[in-house]
């Protein structure tokens, strides 16, 4: 569940330095890489990634949306979660504009870490929250080992 990181060659983990710092070491080992899908002309939401012991939640920020337009579905061990603007939502006219809620789609990595068919997803108060079960079976503790 780590979102790659771009660098001023504008490649996707190009290998141009440290790649998210404290995220990446933590998931990046973890889940590998996600690939933001249609990303040049879509806006970027920014998320939260919180860890507990039964399950992995996405807090998406993207307040004033139309829940009926978010889409949060599963393929091939990728979370992708999108929104589809209407026109109606877009044409609005501003005197000054410092967020949109336009169209937007994030892709998450999942690694066969996660129970797919017991995912849960709920907006509220501008948040998306998106809550992955853990996959007992590929989510072991860490394991200490013994240096000789």
Same mark, same amino acid.
Request: net charge neutral; charged share 25%; proline share 3%.
């Given at each position: 569940?780590?979102?790659?990181?771009?660098?001023?060659?504008?490649?996707?983990?190009?290998?141009?330095?440290?790649?998210?710092?404290?995220?990446?070491?933590?998931?990046?080992? =973890?889940?590998? /890489?996600?690939?933001?899908? +249609?990303?040049?002309? !879509?806006?970027?939401?920014?998320?939260?990634?919180? %860890?507990?012991?039964?399950?992995?939640?996405?807090?998406?920020?993207?307040?004033?949306?139309?829940?009926?337009?978010?889409?949060?579905?599963?393929?091939?061990?990728?979370?992708?979660?999108?929104?589809?603007?209407?026109?109606?939502?877009?044409?609005?006219?501003?005197? =000054?504009?410092? /967020?949109?809620?336009?169209? +937007?789609?994030?892709? !998450?990595?999942?690694?066969?870490?996660?129970?797919? %068919?017991?995912?849960?997803?709920?907006?509220?108060?501008?948040?998306?929250?998106?809550?992955?079960?853990?996959?007992?079976?590929?989510?072991?503790?860490?394991?200490?080992?013994?240096?000789?």
């Amino acid at each position: 569940m780590y979102n790659e990181h771009r660098c001023h060659t504008g490649k996707i983990n190009s290998g141009c330095g440290h790649k998210g710092g404290r995220f990446n070491r933590h998931f990046g080992g =973890r889940f590998g /890489y996600a690939h933001e899908m +249609f990303n040049h002309g !879509f806006r970027r939401v920014p998320v939260n990634i919180e %860890e507990n012991e039964t399950s992995f939640i996405i807090n998406l920020f993207a307040p004033a949306l139309v829940k009926e337009n978010l889409k949060v579905s599963t393929k091939d061990d990728v979370l992708t979660i999108s929104y589809q603007a209407k026109e109606a939502e877009t044409a609005e006219q501003f005197t =000054r504009r410092e /967020y949109s809620n336009g169209t +937007f789609e994030r892709a !998450f990595a999942l690694n066969g870490k996660v129970l797919n %068919e017991q995912i849960s997803a709920a907006y509220a108060d501008g948040i998306l929250k998106v809550t992955l079960p853990k996959n007992p079976e590929t989510n072991t503790p860490a394991k200490d080992i013994l240096v000789d």
